[in-house]
Each structure stands twice: as C-alpha cells, then as structure tokens.
C-alpha cells in the first residue's frame, strides 16, 4: 500500500488522520511547496483543455481580438454545430459527423473481433497447450514492438489481393491483428490466474474446447473483458496511421478528417471551428476514461507493453 | 497445463510413437483452430511482412515494389539524403529528451502524488486525462496554443508583455521543443502510473529501516529505492523508447514536418516515400532502419529479461 512516510512528517495516527492528536498545522513550508508543485504541473495538464473548451465556444473576433485566457464573453454552440455537420475537410464540407460514424463502425467490430480472438488465443495458450504454441506466443510479443512502418506496405499489398483495401473491413483486420499481442497476453495471464482445478473438472465431465470455453472460461473473466475493452475502444477510436492507409477517403475515421479539417490550407482558418472539431474528437476517449476510472488505470498498466 | 494433450500421446506411444506430423496437426486440434488467427498473424504479419519489407529494402522497387537486388542501394541514398538525415537527428534528439523528462517528471510525480496527500485521485486524474487522448487532439491543441500569433504569444503580448517570445513552432531551431512539450503533456501522466505502482511496490519496512538509520529521504530514493524499482524502470524506457521510435501522429497534426524539413521524423519519411513519393525501395529502406533501432533497444532487453534467468513470461 503507501510505503512512503517521508521523514519529518507526522505519523498517521488511524484512518481519520485529521481527528487524531493535535493537528499539524496544514500550512507547513513542505507542504505549501508539496502543494504547489503539484498545482503547476495540474495547470499545464489542464491548460489546453481549458482553452479547447473556451475557444470552442467564443466567435472568430473574440478569438481575434481577445486573449487565449479569456473565458468567452458569449458562449455559443455555433462552432460545434459546424465542426459537427458542415466544416470542410477538403472538398466536402459535411463536418466531422461522417468521420465519427466512421469511427464507430470501425471500433465496434474491431473491438468485438480483436476481444473474442485473444480470449480464445489466450485460453488455448493456458489449458491446451500444444507444439510450438509458446513460440509463436513469443513471437508475437516480440513482434508487438516491430514499428508498424515496417508491416505496413506488405499489409497494403495483402489487403489489396483479399480485395479489401480502402474498406472497412481492411481497418477492422489491421486494428484486429495488432490488438492481438497486448490482448492474447493480457487473457493468458488472467486464465493463468484461474484455478486449474476447474478446467480439470469440467474435462473430466467431458466438456471439450469449446464448452469449457463458453460455459465455464468466459464467464469468469469480466474483469478482465472490461479492461481489454477499454484498451481497445479508446486505442482504436485514438488510431490515425491505420485509418489514413486502409481505410480509404470514404470511411476515414475521426481522426483522420479532425486532421484534415483544421490542417488543410485553403480559406481562412476558424479556430473556433477547429477547437470545436478537436473536443468532439476526444470527447470519446474522455468519457470512457472518466466513466471508467480505476479500470482505465489498469488497461493502461497492462497495455503498457503495447506501447 | 501441458499434461492435457498428453494421455492422446501416451497411449499410442508403444505401436507407434505419434509422428512428426500428427503432433504437430492432430493433436489437440480444436485448439490449434482456435489459434489459427495467432498463428497467421505471426507467420504472415510478424515474420512474413517484417521479411518480405527486409528484402524488397534491396531492391531498386519504385511505384511498385518489384525490381532487382541493388544491393545497399537504397541505403546509400538513405543516408545521402537530408530530409532522412535530418529526420534521425530530430528522432535521437527528440528521443533522447523526451526519454529523459519524461522518466524524471514521472518519477517526481509519483514522489509528490505518493507523500499522502488531499485530493490524491483528483491529481492523478488531471495528470493521466491526456493519455486518453489521440496524438492528433494532442497536437492539434498544441499548435492552438503555441499559434504565435493568437496564442500564448499573442497574448502575452496583447497583455503588455511585448518582448514575450513563444514561436517555437514556427522557429526550425526551436521546434523540437514544441514537439517535446506536446509530448510530455500526452505521456507523462502515464510515466507517472508505472512508477507510482513501482513505488508502491517497495516494502514499507524498507523506508523504516532507511529511517532508523538516518539516512535522508532523498539518499534513500537514490540508494535503495530507485534499485529497487529497477523492473519499472526498465519496462518504462522500453515502452518509451519504442513509442518514441514510432512517433508520427504528433508531428502530422502539431508541425507536419515543418518549418521546411525540421521536423521530420523517420516515421514520416517513410510513410511518404511509400504512399506518395512513388519510391517504395526508400520508404523499405528507411523501415528497415527503423527495426534496427527498435532490436537495438529490444534485444539487451529480452536479453536481461528472459536470457538471464529462468524463462518466464
């Protein structure tokens, strides 16, 4: 638990610290420094999505003419309603709406296929270990850390021959394929876990792969369904290289067309707009870390190896 | 465990010791469907892609990746060319700033969120909410801010401060910085999870023992803590080290290379040069490159990892 008691400051005296022995008083020098340190940094964790959220809701002139501090005089949803339906990314101007459909048709089957093959990858490894299997389990966690840059031509080239490239269905493969490390090892350790007697049970009641799997395997692990879940909505939904390669200027994802909307040339550029766009972008992923909390914490610990 | 195929085996093992191929195709079989997709992935993704990129690196492969072995080519030209060159050097440099802060404001992060402080998760919150976030939002807002004239400049300036200076996006000297900025605001929060879990981990009567013996607070994170978290530290510089390898997202929406080529990273050259600059061979080349950076931090890794001791996973 908290191992670090620094020297010099008042032991804890139970779990209501403050009703304890005489309080010390807040406002010693360490902990003002403490305190401050720990604010500054907060104030530039904080800062742009402060000045996402304001100017997303000023006018061009008070952008213009106001400071990048201000709060907006009058705020309006005006920039949102544009970034969300009739901004342009090029030569269309039908805003950002298409690209977040796109986004989601892209991440719930992704999220959904990736999830259910590194269950049964995972459930193979643990309780049906067979030749080779932990050579290629290594492999592929070896193989998590090849810059994607080196798979990504011969991916084109492969797509194409399945006659899929520029579809949906390319992106889902791709975000398929290399969800697959971090999420094969993340439902390995977590079957691992599992007590063997169960599987060993059920085996000797004649259940075979894929009732085990069903019946008594899947049922268990909503845990960790629940981290592999957010791991994959908010890197899939967060994905820009693998949507901009596969998927094609119809199905581009968010991301794709937020960076062509507010990096495209032409016209003058409308930050509002452009900040309006940016926050709708990300307001998926936030929702999921706010709502998801302590569970974001440990998909991101796992995918740690992912990187 | 592995007992589970083994009574199949067992038994036929007088007549007939089960042959090479039964083993390996028979047995166990619905298992071995299941892991049909792992399997291809490995063979055709991982090694399959990863060798076919190798090999087509030596070709003279223009618009599409045919031609003849030119030998080493490609990487001749690679090198002779400033755009890579410089996009190297902007990778170690960024690279090796980026690795540096953001070990030590992850560090110090954790030291200050671990010293049982109010409104700890509130802190935690604030410092992790842009990991949630894509490189793309993370630039996009960057180059918001550091726009030098409606941001943070311009505003300093409009506010009295005239001589205020933030063009770093603009300034090919500077722009390294912007990056690092962006960079840190996105990854720290996450550098500050792993070593708060790191810190967390160290025995309690570690810290009481270094007390009884009066040894000061910072000597015993130096001496004895830091060590001790050693396995953290080591997962959190390779998981940075190849993130930092990959980066590409960042540049595109905060800089897109610019001003003129100083920021280019290895990344966008080869993205480039594969889908729009109609010289695959360059684009292989340059990927190549880039594995090699990657083994060079992975393999001493897996080395210490999984070499050393036991195999375990």
Redesign the interface.
């Known amino acids: ?9 008042p032991m ?1 005296t139970g779990p209501n610290e403050p009703r304890g022995q005489r309080p010390k008083p807040f406002f010693t020098p360490r902990k003002i420094i ?2 401050s ?2 604010v500054v ?2 104030l ?6 402060y ?2 959220l304001t ?1 997303s809701l000023k006018s061009m002139p008070e ?2 003419f106001g ?3 201000a709060l907006p005089t009058a705020p309006s949803f005006e920039a949102w309603a544009k970034a969300w339906s009739s901004a342009c990314t090029g030569l269309n101007c039908n805003g950002l709406a298409p690209g977040f459909w796109n986004s989601v048709k892209i991440t719930i089957p992704s999220t959904v296929v990736s999830i259910f ?1 590194a269950a ?2 995972g ?3 643990v ?7 932990e050579v ?8 998590s ?11 084109v ?2 797509t194409r021959e399945l006659g899929i490239f520029g579809s949906l269905q390319a992106v889902i493969l791709i975000h ?2 290399f969800g ?1 490390p971090i999420l ?2 993340l439902f390995r350790n977590y079957f691992a876990s599992l007590p ?1 007697e169960l599987f060993k049970a059920a ?1 000797v009641d004649g259940a ?3 009732r085990i799997f069903f019946e008594i395997m899947l049922p268990m692990s909503l845990p960790i369904f629940v981290v592999a879940l957010i791991l994959q909505i ?1 890197g899939i ?5 693998f949507g901009v ?1 596969f998927a094609g200027n119809v199905n581009y994802p968010m ?2 067309q ?2 062509n909307i ?2 495209s040339a032409q016209g003058t550029p409308e ?1 509002n707009v ?2 309006a766009a ?1 926050v709708l ?2 307001l998926v ?2 929702i ?3 709502v998801s ?1 302590k569970w ?2 440990r998909g ?2 796992a995918g ?2 992912k ?1 | 465990m592995a007992d589970t195929a083994l009574p199949l085996e067992a038994g036929a093992e007088k007549a007939n010791r089960p042959g090479l191929l039964q083993r390996i195709f028979i047995n166990n079989l619905p298992a071995k469907i299941a892991a049909l997709p792992m399997m291809a992935t490995v063979l055709v993704v991982f090694v399959g892609c990863t060798i076919w990129t190798i090999y087509y690196s030596f070709t003279n492969s223009k618009l599409l990746p045919t031609g003849k072995l030119v030998g080493f080519d490609q990487y001749e030209r690679l090198f002779a060319t400033s755009r890579w060159n410089v996009s190297v050097w902007n990778l170690v440099a960024y690279g090796a700033m980026s690795l540096v802060f953001t070990l030590v404001i992850g560090f110090i992060l954790a030291v200050l969120i671990d010293q049982k402080i109010r409104f700890e998760s509130a802190f935690r919150t604030i410092m992790l909410y842009p990991f949630a976030l894509s490189f793309i939002v993370t630039g996009l807002v960057w180059q918001w801010i550091m726009n030098p004239t409606l941001g943070l400049q311009g505003t300093l300036r409009g506010l009295g401060w005239t001589g205020f200076t933030f063009d770093w996006i603009a300034n090919p000297r500077m722009v390294l910085f912007a990056l690092l900025i962006a960079g840190l605001w996105h990854g720290t929060g996450f550098c500050m999870v792993l070593m708060l879990a790191g810190l967390r981990g160290v025995d309690e009567e570690v810290w009481k023992a270094a007390r009884i013996d009066g040894i000061p607070t910072w000597r015993t994170y130096v001496s004895i803590v830091i060590p001790m978290m050693r396995g953290v530290l080591v997962t959190a510089v390779v998981i940075i080290g190849s993130g930092i390898v990959r980066l590409y997202d960042l540049v595109v929406a905060l800089t897109n290379g610019g001003p003129g080529i100083s920021s280019e990273v290895p990344a966008k050259y080869v993205f480039n040069y594969m889908f729009s600059g109609g010289n695959i061979g360059q684009g292989l080349a340059g990927a190549t490159m880039m594995l090699l950076t990657v083994l060079i931090i992975m393999i001493p890794w897996a080395y210490l990892e999984f070499g050393g001791k036991g195999r375990r996973t």
């Open positions: 638990m908290t191992a670090t008691i620094p020297a010099g400051t804890a403490l305190y340190v720990l940094f907060s530039y964790y904080l800062f742009p999505l000045v996402m100017t952008i213009r400071n990048i501090f093959i049964v990858n459930y193979a490894l309780n049906w270990r067979f030749k080779f299997s290629f389990f290594a492999i592929l966690i070896f193989g850390f090849i810059p994607y840059q080196v798979m990504l031509y011969p991916l080239m492969i398929t394929i697959m094969t090892l063997q085996r075979g792969f894929w908010t939904w967060n994905d820009f290289l390669v991301t794709v937020l960076n507010v990096n930050y452009n900040m940016t972008t990300g992923p936030l999921v870390y706010f909390g974001f914490v991101v610990a740690a190896v990187g």
